[in-house]
């Protein structure tokens, strides 16, 4: 078979202002930026993406272009790591991170395209569908929008919904009552805090949250740096609570390290940031081998190929700001079916197609 050269990546950035002020318990942010990269190939186009500044975009036009210009575009693994050894002097983690992260997304999705078959199928799938939880909630919220967004998912068929807490740590047990009460008691309630809790104000609140309001899985309850303290919650929080952590992971090596220092019951990780689908199939393979579920941080068009061929998957987070975003400047972007996602096999790739002419004034770079 003779190569299949990769053209020149094309990348570019869109930040579309946010529908509200959005607030977690460590930053506060009014738009949000997609840097998405165009690749062509044998005829045929790939795209991926990520949420990021837009240096990623400076990045990936600058260094990553022509690191892979020419490369045989059926050879992802190679491809990958001509990338990170482009970036080695500037360190791999962060931008360079999401740079090599935007790139691989659409290699997979033109790979796919070039055989004609749709991503799942390429990557091989182990379930047909991937439930989602709603997630949002954010601190910035009045009662009234939390429970009308979070409500909203329960009446939609979602079966988890998550809100942001730890900016105003007294008033978050009545937020959760408000969550609780919209929401009903058939539908599971997450809480993120965003590492904004101290280690033992973040155990007091986990007893709190499961006793009062049945809260079933506490993100970064301290920061995700702190593997001692995510480890001390997991081992003290109530049973039935899952202590969760893993979207800031740029790297196997970092996944690896949260694993092994048993920090999480489940780990997340993001194709946006980890080194795309190609880093995504890593962490799951390292869930396989500590026992411990995956779950996809946000982009939730992105997540469900990938999520429907790792048997560690547990859900995708359908992020407010992302799901408005992808529904915005994208095509084929799938909607939950009884809270579960499905991806369309009729269509090759990733099955998205970016709408060019809507997202022209959102251009930043
Ligand atoms: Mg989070």
Known sequence: MEAIALGKA???????????????????????????????????????????????????????????????????????WAMAAAVRNMGRRGVASMAISAVDNALWDLKAKLLDVPLVKL?????????????????????????????????????MVKMKVGREPQRDPARAEAARKAIGDGVQLFVDANGAYARKQALRMARVFAQEYEVRWFEEPVSSDDLDGLRMLRDRAPAGMDITAGEYGYDAGY??????????????????????ITGYLGAAALCDAFHVPLSAHCAPALHMHPACATRASRHIEYFHDHVRIERMLFDGVPEP??????PDLSRPGAGVTFKHADAEKYQVS
């Open 10 to 80: 094309k990348a570019s950035a869109y930040e579309v202002p946010t529908d509200a002020p959005e607030s977690d318990g460590t930053l506060e942010w009014n738009s949000t930026t997609l840097v998405l990269v165009e690749i062509e190939a044998g005829g045929k186009s790939g795209i991926g993406y990520s949420y990021a500044d837009k240096a990623t975009q400076v990045l990936i036009h600058d260094v990553l272009a022509g690191a892979i210009e020419g490369r045989d575009a059926m050879d992802i693994p190679g491809v990958w």
């Open 255 to 276: 996944f690896r390290r949260m694993l092994a220092a048993g920090a999480v019951d489940v780990l997340q990780a993001d194709a946006t940031r980890c080194g795309g």
């Open 123 to 159: 990557l091989g799938s182990v379930r047909e569908a991937i439930p989602v939880y709603g997630s949002g909630g954010f601190t910035s919220y009045s009662d009234a929008q939390l429970r009308e967004q979070l409500g909203g998912w329960a009446d939609d068929g979602i079966a």
């Open 337 to 342: 079916v009884g809270g579960r996602l499905h």
